[in-house]
Each structure stands twice: as structure tokens, then as C-alpha cells.
């Protein structure tokens, strides 16, 4: 039923006047209604009739008239003029078309008095003539509202401002409403692993081996010992045994809770560290921690080392304040601010700092890889809530060693482990609900991006394209998907069953954004896939033999292993350090010297890179300034100054799927000559999409005119540098020999 | 000979400049009369050709020997550590004699020898024909003429003898002309666009100072514009900044006052001269080469370097030049100070953005043949040669490939030739080893009997193109003559890591995606001949069974396929081939095959990858 979204698409801009609005002579579409089309569940609030909307500021003043509307689940825009269908694209949304914003996507509001811009929010006295909206998504609509009636402007303006500005209650999310009113679906099939069941964490440590030394616990169920931790984790097998049930009361804080497991049975573990102010306690908690890390530290479990990344990493605030500072870049309004920005674009991207916390991102994580594959090491990521940057690290490191996680359905599946359900608070941090600025943090786009970064390293590596990891970081704001929308499990759980008993129906079904059918028709989904992707081929027996091998001796000779003496004394001395450092008493560098740590790191990392890439094998990103990048693809797709016609990434990409579809076509008529059905005359030619034309903004935004540039760019930044002295522009003529 | 004191030391240490592990490769130090050879322990070979060494280096004592850090033209880094101070010392000298040579007939390509007879030499240097390519343009026509005005380079020394101009600009006018300008390179034809019968001309600035006029040099502008009926207007490119041609008045030189010519539109375009140019590239490669160079380090580097901005500034007037002719259909005529760097590359891209053949490997070699040689661009002083002028060094060239190499990133399916193809020809101009880019000027060439006694590059490169085609060039992308538009956004250019890093291993990504293309690309045309030979086969089979066609033949011959395809895979690899042939009996500078060859070895990932495409096919 989604799929006739497509009625209600509103149209593209065909009317293009090249006067301005007020010089129009409006006739009032009497004999045409245009009508939003409305998902199940969705309600108009508010419209507004006659508002142009431009095509892009660019001062030529071109756009469409068209009806502005607000609903419970989106702004949209509806143009008056149809659009004909020939020209539909390729790569369209089903649920939010190309004029609709949904009022969690909507970053910033602003009204324009007199040609001066003002932000809009709280109660307005006086209403603008223009409103212009920057979407998180990185789209940016003016709207002139000067040809529309004061009431509906009145009431449109409000009306957005009000319900996309002011905080929320969560019950009030659209989901619900959509849940309740949408058809129950049959529940698709889907291979993503959603980590709800102790059935699915006991298989991932089966995948991964860990099961040796780790054990499934229920103690949670019911969130007895946490509302912050899964119904169900995983933890050290003999841990729930030496611990009494004192560690229970402590909200799951100081709990090792195992993430991965790597194939030489080395484990990547986070655990939430102790509010700073716990001072009474402090004193009983070394002993009681004392008994807990003996047991986890004593073989067979490998010599555990741990990484406060709080120290380590920059803080949640800073990283929010590179990406307001980085997204402000993408946001233009008009032409002339894009070339204002182009001038200095480097220092620019510099100042916001944004790359340079991906790559310390990318660093921390190839470090903690070292450790884990080199050193044979455990190491127990701690952060205070271990849910935020816990989560992009240990993500990033299984991308990096577990080919799975390269997969479409793996890197699903992870998001679901150790995001959705390993209790990053989505709600909080993307600030679904307005409720507070101060927790906002930019924590999931920093780990897409740098996914990204690692996708754009090395394509062929991964199962998935960049337009899959775009639609994924859009995702996030659709409030239809219950994935992104929730602090954790048990808030989810708590209102889902509040709900349901309400509602006095059949329980209903939250969508979870992994079902792309829902967002995306088939044709378009082939765009999320990598066809550069190869399968990991079927290890020989032989090979998978000696692995397992290999584990059965780790096993059997667990206490004889050569953990030598100094070791030892080492790791009770790092007990002491984790002590400390769990009662919040921060010790800047622990355990190794840094010098030691990062030539280990340096000689790994540079010995790796001297090596062949296995795509199915060890993964580690560049992470010198040069090799880390702008995500183009995410952050320019709607500027038209930005475009490159028949160029760019999207160039390759077409080019590809073109080659696959050849080789498709060859194999069906070599099948249709083998069964002998195929007439003779099968040297069909195959036919190419077309595409050497297309825009390097593809598939996001449709092929643009040119835009209008400056006869001669070069001019504007010449203006803007420090007149050199004429002196030293004198050289020319100086070495007119030399000089040419 | 006489430079070199000691030819071998042993126990040589050769460190990485991007790796803190002091895993050194320790192995044997060779000198040569043309190289300086390194051999590790792993028995890798590690070439040095004495004309690419821009720099040596003898650092203070350590106690494990002598640092000698060695800096090439083609910006490769070496850094040895030699254990005896005297060892290091000699080494040292003679490699600051061999690098610098002071005769052209010291340079390698006088000594080169690839074992060719006679006639391919000959041959080798009539491939590319610039009167074929100003053929291939439309000239001579009713509009332009060959003049022989040049014929004994007396009106010109720095342009070569044959060049074009209007049919109306008669010789007085062109002597004339010629007089009014620097160094007397007066406005000639570069490139014609037959489609709007526009021209690129190209000449050097004139000699105004502050008032002075030239009634024929004028009449040489009018003559011009002339030529092009569509358009009666012209464009005049001044390529430098105002500020700099405007101190050039005060040497009686400067640029065209747009009173004193009719038709004409004057524009500055604002390239920086060769020595901005130069200390640009000098800040950025300390940049580049700082180990563990964060992101904000690197931009702010990058922007203080302003080397893109430079590129983008070269690129830019390119494209406004390309945009006069397709748009206005106005003929362009552009200059700098002597019209032979800035000129030379806003002509040759300009060329490049209009006309599709030069995206080809045998356009390119006839752009640059064309744009850079045969018009006087001081390879020799600009790439130092021969021990000279440090401040007539600059990277004007490099630019230019830089500038390409941008456009083959904007535009992945326009070019024919891909990066290799750029890095190589690169390599070449520095390394003095074929006679193309020897000398300043064609009348020096001459002088120096470089076809006689030296090879050319062009068929060395042709003979291997293979290795320089771009899997993803698609011929159709752009009819012939329509205009490659390129986005000269900042935000679109990129650092070259692959010219500036291309010795730096570390810094590598050691499997590209086109390499997987090239790959595939040799798979399906291998498969495809699988499939003719098996066709062939069903034919004579079923002609011998003479009977109707069972299932039985097709299906015993399907698995044949298959097992086939799987044999396939070793021969396809890229690289197995990589013992170049181009240096004759030496691998010096082996930068791309030594990657292809490290791995090729052990390529799972493409293994698998070609099973994945083999299972789709068969």
C-alpha cells in the first residue's frame, strides 16, 4: 500500500517563471485539489495554498506554486502542476518523496523579514515572507509565502515551527500512530540478526567461537539488574558465579560484557564505568572488583588490557560541535555562498575538525585491532555509559576483522548488536523528541561516515555501496522505523506492551528499517548492492580443519598455557590502574607507556599495509590526513554547483552494474543455447543504460542545468588573499628571462 | 667514469620514510655510470637513474653510520645509511658530479641504447607527424595558411619552423608582429576547431610598456579574428595576474591595450608565475611528507601550499577558454609573459577539454609533441637538466599532468590512458633518457641531432599500452569536438597521492578497483573466445554427426567450459608480465610493475572474485 506514495508525489518544479512572484498573476486552482497523500495513520494538520517554492536560490527567482502542508509525520510540498511521469527517477523513496521533509528531519527553520534571515522558533509575533528550511539530509527549500493569505501563513508557520521544534512526548512519536492504524504485514523474512533472544546472542558466540569461554545469561530478564542493558548478554563464563549478587545493584555498571570474539580466541569486551561521585561505596568496590578481574584475568582467558575512551577519544560534545560546524558547510543557501565557501574551502573543512575525529576514530579502532590479533589480548573498552563511543569503536574493529560484518545482512546485524540493542540512546542523541540540546551528539553519522571512509578504501570489500550507507544515515530520521527510534530494549519493550494493552487489538508490529522493501522498489534496492562484491569462497577441509585445531589445543592445555610469571605481576599491577580508574579517579596514559603502544601500532599497521589485501581477511583503513575524506556522495548530493555531468564516482558505479548486466545476459543466453530453445540469432546486443550522461549526483538529485558560475572564478579568491606586496610580484618582472 | 670513486659498499641500510619500525632493509649499494643500484638482502632491486636525483644529502653521524638521503624529481625519497663515513662521503661526491651533468651529450639518452635498428629509430621519431595533426584539425584551409616565414627559425628561435596563421596576415605583418612581441613569438595558430571555425592562437605578451602600439601587430589581432566568420570578436587571455603584467610595463612590456585593437576582449586570468608555482609544490610535499600527518594538519598544509588552488587557477582558465570557442564561437588568443609555460598549459588543456582525440594514448603524445615540444617549452630548464639556473627550475609540467590527471578523476570514462599512463610520461621528462623532451627549443633539437642520436619515447609507449589503457574508457562517452565540461570546485580537486606518494609503499592501496576491471575485462574477452572456439567446434561436430542435434555433445562440453575458465586465472593476473621492456636491459625506475609484481603473488580477494564473475558466466 505504500507503494502508491507515488499519487501523492508532489511535483517536480515544471512551471518555471522567470518574473518575479509578485508579478504573477495567480489563478487560483479552483478546478484542481491537490491532496497530500497521507501514510496510514497520518494526519493533515495545516496548509497553506499558493506558496512558491524555488527551484534553488540562485536569484533567478524560478520555482512552482504549490500548496505547503503539515501533517503529523511531514511537511510537504505540492506543486499545482503535475508533473508528467516520463521523466520519473530511478531512484525514488516510497515513503518520503522529493518535496517532503519529515518533521524529524528538519534541522533548522529560519524566516526571511525584509532580506534579512532570522531563526524561527517559540512563538512568533511577526510572520516572515519567506521561510527557508535546512533538512538533515542535507536539503535546503525556500518557500515564498508572500502571494499566500496572512491566516494560512499564520498558521502554516506556526504550525511547523510548533511541531517540529517543540519537544515531544515519546508516545507521540508517528510510529505508534502508524502501527496502530497501518494492516498488520505478514513479517517479512528477514536474514538480519536482531539480538532479542537469547537464541540469537548463543548463536553469535557459536559464529564466532566465543563460546568457549563465554556464556549467554539471562539475569536480566524482566530488567532486574538493568533498564540500560539487552534482556539478554553475554558475559565470561565463570563471572555470574564469582560475583555476588552486590555487583547486581550497581546498574550493570562494572560488568564485562563481551562483544566479539576474535579467531585466536582474544575477546573485545566494554563495560560501563562508574559515575565519578561514588564515593561511599569506593570503599568496599576494590576489593569486590579485585575478585571479579582475578577470575576474569586468570587463564584460560587472555591477558585483559582496557581503554577509557573517555580519555582517549574527544567527548560526545565535541564531536557535536564538529558536526554543526561541518554540516553548516553543506548547507547552502544561494549561490554566492557557495562560492564564498569554495574560496577557502580547506581551511574551512579544517576548522570544523570533523575529519580529523573520524580519523582519531579510525586510529583508536586499528589499535584496539592490533591488540586483539597481534597481542592476543583482551581488551575491555570502558566509557561511562558504554553506549556511545563503546559502540563505534567495537563496531568499527568487527568491520575491520570479521568479513561478516562486510556483508549487507552482517553489517545489519551489528548495527542491531551492539547500536539498537546494545543501548545506544538513538532517541537522546539524535534529539528525536527536542527535548534537550545538551545530549545530542552525532555518534551513529560519525561511525557511518567512518564505515565510509573504509567502503571507499576499499570497495570491493564490502557487500554494500555508499548509497546503501546515505539511505541508512536518511533512515534515521523516518519515523515509521521503530529501529532508531528508541533509547533501548526495555524502553522499547515498556511501551510497546503499554501500548498494546491499550490498544486492546492484536499487538501491533514496529517496521524495523531493515526491511528495504518498504522504502525502496527492487529496481532500486539493486543500488545498495556492491555488484563488485564477491562472496568469501568455501574454506578447503583441510584448511578449516587445522583452525579448529588450533582451538582444541587452546582448549585442552588451558592451564599449562605460557602466560609467563612477569606477565603476571604485570596484569596485578593493571588490576590496580583498572581499580582506580573504575572509581572514577582518571589515570591519564595506563598500562603500556604510549611510546611502546604506538611503535606496536606503527609496525603493525605498516607491516599489514606492506602485505596483499585479502578482501575477506584483516581489514585496516589508511589513516594518514590525505586518505581521509569528504563523504561526497551524503553531503553534496543536492548542490548543483558541486555537480559533475558524465562524471564521478556514480560514473564507475553505472559502469559496473552495466558490465553485470552484460554478464547476466550472457549467461542467460548461454542457458537458452544449452536448452536449446534460443533461435540462432542471439547476438543481441545488450542494452546499456546510458550512462555516460549521468550526473555525479545521481541518484539523489535529478540532472540539473548548469548552474550559473562566475565567468571567472579565479577572481574572487585572488581578492580575498593578502595583497602581496608588488615587490615581490616584481620577480616576474625581475627574471624576465626566467620568468614566463 | 671519472666522478666514480667507490662502485659497491656493503651492509647498506635503506630505511622507509613513512615507517617509525626500524626495519630497515639492509643489502648492497652499486654505482653506476647512469644508476645508482640498490640490492636488499631479498635480492629486490631498487634503481635510481642519476638524472632523477634532484638532491643528496649527507646528514650528521650516527652511531649506526651515515645518513644520505637522496631526492628524486619523480618524488621518490631515498634514505640510506651507509656504515663507513668515507664510503658515504664518496658516494656522496660523485653523486653530486653524476647529477648534474654540464654538456647534453653527458645526459643517459646519448648512451641509451635499446638495441633498435636503424630504421625503427627512424621510424620511432616519425610517429607523431605535426603537419598530420594540423591536417586532422582542418588547416591549412581557406582561412589559415602554413607559413614559411619560420622556415630557418629567423623570425623566431624558441618556435619550431612550420607554423600557421592566417591566410590574410602576409609576411611584413608577421615580421612585424613579431618584433612588438617578447621574444619574437608572435600570434600563431595551436589548435583550429573545425566545427566552429574558431581558433586557439598563441604568442607571447607584446611589448607595449606603457603607451607604445604596433600598427602590424594589430593588424596581425585583426587578421585573426578574421579567420573565424562566425565571430568577428576575439578573446585576449592574459594568463598572469593583473598585478604582475601590470609591472611589466615598467620593462616596456605589459599586455594589449583593448583601444588600440578592434575587436578584441582582453581578460586576465590570474596563473601564478613558475616561481610561485615552485615554492608552492616545495610547501607541499613537506606537508605530504610529514609521518602520521593528521587531517587538519594535512588541509591546513594543503591550503597554505595553495598548490589546488594553483591547479584549479590552470584548470579554470582552461575551461573558460574551451567555453569562448564552443559557446561564443570566438577565436582566443592567449599569452603570458614569453608564452611558453602558462601558455602552454592553458592551450594544451584547452585543447584537451574540446577535441575528444587528445583523451586518446596516441592524442595525448601529439598534445603534448604539439603544445609543449615543438612550441618551446624549456623542458631543459625547467626540469634542470643540466646543472643550471635553481631558479629556472619549476613544475610547470607536472602541473599540467596534474591537471589532466583531475580531469581523468572528474570524467572516469573520457580518457583513454589512465594514471600510469600520466606517472610514466612523467617519469620521462625527467629522466633524460629519450631525446623527445631534451633542450629547450626545436632549433636546440636540431643542433643537438637528437633523431639521429637518440630514441624516442612515443613507440616505447605505444608497445606497452596496454598497461596505460583505462578499463573504464568508453569511446561513445562524448562525440567528437563536444566539450568536456569539468566542475572546478574546490572541493573537486584532489591531492595527487599517486605522483607524490608513488615510491611510498605504505601509502598505497595495493589493489585497485581497476586493476579488478582490467581483470574482468580480460576474463570476458577470454571467455568469449572460449565460447567462438566451443561454437566452432558444436559446428564441425554436428556437421560430422550430420544428423539432428542431441543434448548430449552440448552438455559434455559445458563442464569443458568451465574447468577452462578455471585455468584460466594464472595467465590473467595482472603485472606477470611486469618486466618492462622499455629500459632496455636495465629496470630502472620499475615503480608500477614492482607493485604489480609484490602483489600479484597472492591475491585471494581476486581469486575469488574471478571465480564469483567465472561462476556467473559459465
Keep these: ?29 479552483a478546478g484542481k485539489e491537490v491532496n497530500p497523500y497521507l501514510l496510514p495513520g497520518e494526519l493533515l494538520l495545516c496548509e497553506a495554498s499558493t506558496v512558491f517554492k524555488y527551484v534553488q536560490e540562485d536569484g533567478s527567482n524560478r520555482g512552482t506554486y504549490g500548496k505547503l502542508v503539515c501533517t503529523n509525520f511531514k511537511v510537504a510540498f505540492l506543486g499545482y502542476e503535475s508533473a508528467s511521469d516520463d521523466n520519473e527517477p530511478q531512484f525514488k523513496n516510497k515513503v518520503i518523496g522529493e518535496s517532503d521533509i519529515t518533521l524529524h528531519c528538519i534541522d533548522q527553520i529560519y524566516g526571511v523579514y525584509d532580506e534579512k534571515k532570522k531563526s524561527l522558533y517559540g512563538q512568533l509575533k511577526k510572520y516572515p515572507e519567506k521561510l527557508i528550511i535546512y533538512s538533515k539530509d542535507f536539503r535546503v527549500f525556500h518557500f515564498c509565502l508572500r502571494c499566500t493569505k496572512e491566516e494560512e501563513v499564520k498558521r502554516i508557520v506556526s504550525g511547523i515551527v510548533h511541531h517540529s521544534q517543540t519537544p515531544k512526548l515519546l508516545k507521540r512519536l508517528f510510529l505508534f500512530s502508524y502501527a496502530s492504524a497501518a494492516p498488520n504485514s505478514p513479517d517479512a523474512k528477514n536474514r538480519t540478526v536482531m539480538f532479542d533472544t537469547f537464541k540469537d546472542w548463543h548463536e553469535e558466540l557459536e559464529r564466532t567461537k566465543g563460546n568457549v569461554k563465554y556464556e549467554v545469561v539471562s539475569v536480566n530478564e524482566g530488567y532486574r539488574v538493568s533498564e540500560k542493558l539487552p534482556l539478554y548478554f553475554v558475559v565470561p563464563k565463570s563471572f555470574l558465579k564469582s560475583v555476588t549478587e552486590s555487583i547486581l545493584v550497581h546498574q550493570g555498571r562494572g560488568i564485562p560484557i563481551w562483544c566479539w570474539s576474535c579467531h585466536n580466541g582474544a575477546a573485545l569486551l566494554k563495560m560501563s564505568a562508574f559515575p565519578k561521585e561514588q564515593d561511599d561505596s569506593a570503599l568496599q568496590m576494590p576489593k569486590l572488583l579485585d575478585g571479579i578481574y582475578k577470575t576474569i584475568h586468570a587463564p584460560p582467558y587472555e591477558v585483559l588490557k582496557m581503554d577509557d575512551l573517555s580519555s582517549s577519544l574527544p567527548s560526545l560534545q565535541d564531536i557535536q560541535t564538529a558536526y554543526t560546524r561541518f554540516k553548516q558547510l553543506f548547507l547552502i543557501d544561494n549561490s554566492i555562498h557557495f562560492w564564498d565557501t569554495d574560496v577557502k574551502w580547506f581551511s574551512l573543512l579544517e576548522s570544523t575538525n570533523w575529519l580529523e575525529i573520524i580519523r582519531r576514530c579510525l586510529k583508536k579502532s586499528v589499535e584496539v585491532v592490533e591488540q586483539l590479533e597481534r597481542q592476543t589480548t583482551n581488551v575491555l573498552l570502558i566509557e561511562e555509559n558504554a553506549s556511545d563511543l563503546c559502540c563505534v569503536i567495537s563496531s568499527l574493529v568487527q568491520v575491520m576483522m570479521d568479513s561478516y560484518c562486510r556483508t549487507k545482512f552482517g553489517f545489519q546485524s551489528l548495527i542491531q548488536k551492539e ?3 546494545g543501548g545506544h540512546s538513538f532517541l537522546d542523541r539524535c534529539n528525536h523528541l527536542r527535548k534537550s540540546d545538551k545530549e545530542e551528539a552525532p555518534v551513529f553519522l560519525l561511525f557511518l561516515d567512518c564505515v565510509w571512509q573504509l567502503v571507499q578504501q576499499y570497495p570491493p570489500a564490502f557487500e554494500f555501496t555508499e548509497t546503501y550507507l546515505t539511505v541508512l544515515s536518511d533512515s534515521l530520521y523516518i519515523p515509521i522505523f521503530s529501529t532508531f527510534f528508541f533509547n533501548s530494549q526495555h524502553q522499547k519493550d515498556t511501551i510497546v506492551s503499554g501500548e498494546s494493552h491499550n490498544a486492546q487489538s492484536s499487538p501491533f508490529r514496529l517496521l524495523t528499517v531493515w526491511d528495504w522493501s518498504v522504502q525502496f522498489e527492487p529496481k532500486a534496492q539493486a543500488l545498495l548492492n556492491n555488484p563488485l562484491y564477491a562472496e568469501k569462497p568455501k574454506p578447503d577441509k583441510s584448511q578449516r580443519k587445522t583452525t579448529r585445531f588450533k582451538h582444541h589445543r587452546q582448549l585442552s592445555l588451558p592451564l599449562t598455557q605460557t602466560k609467563s610469571s612477569p606477565k603476571r605481576g604485570f596484569f596485578r599491577e593493571e588490576t590496580d590502574h583498572l581499580i582506580k580508574n573504575i572509581l572514577g579517579k582518571r589515570i591519564s596514559k595506563l598500562i603500556n607507556s604510549s611510546e611502546e603502544l604506538h611503535s606496536n601500532f606503527r609496525e603493525f599497521y605498516d607491516s599489514w599495509h606492506c602485505k596483499p589485501v585479502d578482501f575477506h581477511g584483516l581489514l585496516l583503513p589508511h589513516i594518514e590526513g590525505p586518505e581521509i575524506k569528504v563523504w561526497t556522495q551524503r553531503y553534496l548530493r543536492w548542490i548543483p554547483e558541486a555537480q559533475l555531468l558524465g562524471g564521478g564516482t556514480v560514473a564507475i558505479a553505472t559502469k559496473f552494474l552495466d558490465v553485470m548486466e552484460e554478464v547476466q545476459k550472457l549467461q542467460k543466453q548461454m542457458d537458452e543455447e544449452h536448452s536449446q530453445t534460443a533461435p540462432e540469432d542471439a547476438d543481441a546486443v545488450p542494452t546499456l543504460r546510458n550512462s555516460a550522461r549521468l550526473s555525479s549526483l545521481f541518484p539523489f538529485a535529478l540532472l540539473q542545468r548548469h548552474s550559473l558560475k562566475p565567468v571567472l572564478p579565479t577572481s574572487t579568491w585572488k581578492d580575498l588573499e593578502d595583497e602581496e606586496d608588488l615587490a615581490k610580484r616584481d620577480d616576474e618582472f625581475v627574471e624576465l628571462s626566467g620568468a614566463d | 667514469m671519472e666522478h666514480i670513486r ?3 659498499v656493503e651492509q647498506v641500510k635503506l630505511l622507509d620514510r613513512f615507517s617509525t619500525n626500524n626495519k630497515s632493509l639492509t643489502g648492497t649499494l652499486y654505482l653506476t655510470a647512469t644508476h645508482l643500484l640498490f640490492i636488499d638482502s631479498g635480492q629486490k632491486e631498487t634503481w635510481i637513474l642519476h638524472h632523477h636525483i634532484a638532491a643528496v644529502e649527507k646528514l650528521a653521524l650516527t652511531t649506526s653510520g651515515c645518513p644520505l638521503v637522496i631526492q628524486c624529481k619523480n618524488f621518490r625519497i631515498v634514505h640510506f645509511i651507509v656504515p663507513r663515513e668515507r664510503d658515504c662521503h664518496d658516494i656522496y661526491n660523485s653523486l653530486l658530479q653524476l647529477s648534474r651533468p654540464v654538456r647534453y651529450d653527458e645526459l643517459y639518452a646519448f648512451s641509451y641504447n635499446p638495441k633498435q635498428k636503424e630504421s625503427e629509430q627512424v621510424k620511432g621519431w616519425q610517429l607523431i607527424d605535426l603537419a598530420e595533426e594540423y591536417k586532422r ?18 623570425v623566431c628561435e624558441t618556435y619550431p619552423r612550420d607554423l600557421y596563421v592566417p591566410r590574410i596576415a602576409s609576411k611584413p605583418i608577421i615580421v612585424g608582429s613579431s618584433k612588438f612581441r617578447s621574444k619574437g613569438r608572435f600570434p600563431v595558430l595551436s589548435y ?41 570578436y576575439m578573446y585576449v587571455m592574459d594568463t598572469r595576474p593583473k598585478l604582475n603584467a601590470m609591472a611589466n610595463r615598467a620593462a616596456g612590456k605589459g599586455y594589449e591595450n583593448e583601444d588600440n585593437y578592434s575587436n578584441i576582449r ?19 610535499l613537506e606537508v605530504s611528507g610529514i609521518r602520521g600527518l593528521s587531517v587538519n594538519d594535512f588541509l591546513s598544509g594543503l591550503e597554505n601550499s595553495g598548490w589546488l588552488r594553483h591547479i584549479k587557477a590552470v584548470l579554470d582558465a582552461a575551461v573558460v577558454l574551451a567555453k569562448a570557442i564552443v559557446v561564443e564561437n570566438a577565436s582566443v588568443l592567449v599569452h603570458c609573459s614569453d608564452g611558453w609555460d602558462r601558455t602552454s598549459q592553458v592551450c594544451s588543456l584547452g585543447a584537451l577539454l574540446l577535441d575528444s582525440y587528445y583523451r586518446t594514448i596516441k592524442g595525448f603524445m601529439v598534445l603534448i609533441e604539439k603544445d609543449w615540444i615543438s612550441f618551446g617549452h624549456k623542458f631543459s630548464d625547467r626540469c634542470c637538466q643540466l646543472d643550471g639556473d635553481p631558479k629556472e627550475i619549476s613544475p610547470v609540467f607536472t602541473q599540467f599532468l596534474e591537471c589532466v590527471w583531475n580531469l581523468t578523476e572528474q570524467f572516469p570514462q573520457a580518457f583513454e590512458y589512465n594514471e600510469a599512463f600520466l606517472l610514466q610520461i612523467h617519469e620521462h621528462v625527467h629522466s633524460c633518457q629519450f631525446g623527445n623532451f631534451l633542450g629547450n627549443c626545436q632549433k636546440e633539437r636540431e643542433e643537438l641531432k637528437l633523431r639521429e642520436k637518440t630514441y624516442s619515447l612515443w613507440p616505447f609507449l605505444l608497445d606497452e599500452q596496454k598497461k596505460y589503457l583505462n578499463p573504464l574508457y568508453n569511446p561513445d562517452f562524448s562525440r567528437k569536438l563536444t566539450l568536456l565540461e569539468p566542475n572546478t570546485v574546490s572541493l573537486n580537486f584532489k591531492f595527487w597521492r599517486n605522483m607524490y606518494h608513488q615510491f611510498d609503499r605504505t601509502m598505497h592501496p595495493r589493489q585497485s578497483v581497476y586493476n579488478l576491471i582490467m581483470d574482468m575485462n580480460e576474463q570476458n574477452k ?11 567446434k558444436i559446428k564441425v561436430r554436428n556437421k560430422q554427426q550430420n544428423a539432428v542435434l542431441t543434448k548430449e555433445p552440448l552438455q559434455s562440453v559445458h563442464p569443458t567450459l568451465k574447468t577452462q575458465c578455471f585455468k584460466k586465472d594464472q595467465p590473467l593476473l595482472p603485472g606477470n608480465d611486469a618486466i618492462r621492456t622499455i629500459e632496455g636491459s636495465n629496470t630502472a625506475d620499475n615503480r608500477y610493475s614492482e607493485y604489480m609484481e609484490e602483489f600479484s603473488k597472492a591475491e585471494p580477494a581476486v581469486v575469488s572474485l574471478e571465480y564469483g564473475v567465472a561462476r556467473m558466466t559459465c
Design chain 2, 266 to 284: 582582453f581578460q586576465f586570468v590570474g596563473i601564478e608565475n613558475i616561481h610561485v608555482m615552485r615554492s608552492s609544490l616545495q610547501k607541499l
Design chain 1, 1 to 29: 500500500m505504500l507503494s502508491k506514495a507515488a499519487g501523492g508525489r508532489p511535483a517536480k518544479p515544471s512551471f518555471v517563471s522567470y518574473v518575479s512572484p509578485e508579478e504573477i498573476h495567480i489563478r487560483e486552482p
Design chain 2, 137 to 154: 584539425m582542418g588547416v591549412p584551409n581557406t582561412n589559415w595558411q602554413l607559413s614559411d616565414a619560420n622556415r630557418d627559425y629567423k
Design chain 1, 419 to 421: 547500536w539498537v540493542i
Design chain 2, 6 to 8: 667507490t662502485t659497491k
Design chain 2, 192 to 232: 583550429y576547431h573545425k566545427d566552429k571555425e574558431a581558433a586557439i592562437c598563441r604568442c607571447s605578451q607584446p611589448l607595449s610598456g606603457f603607451s607604445a602600439r604596433c600598427l602590424e601587430d594589430e593588424h596581425m589581432l585583426q587578421a585573426i579574428s578574421k579567420a573565424n566568420p562566425a565571430n568577428r
Design chain 2, 526 to 536: 577470454q571467455l568469449e573466445r572460449d565460447m567462438k572456439e566451443l561454437e566452432a
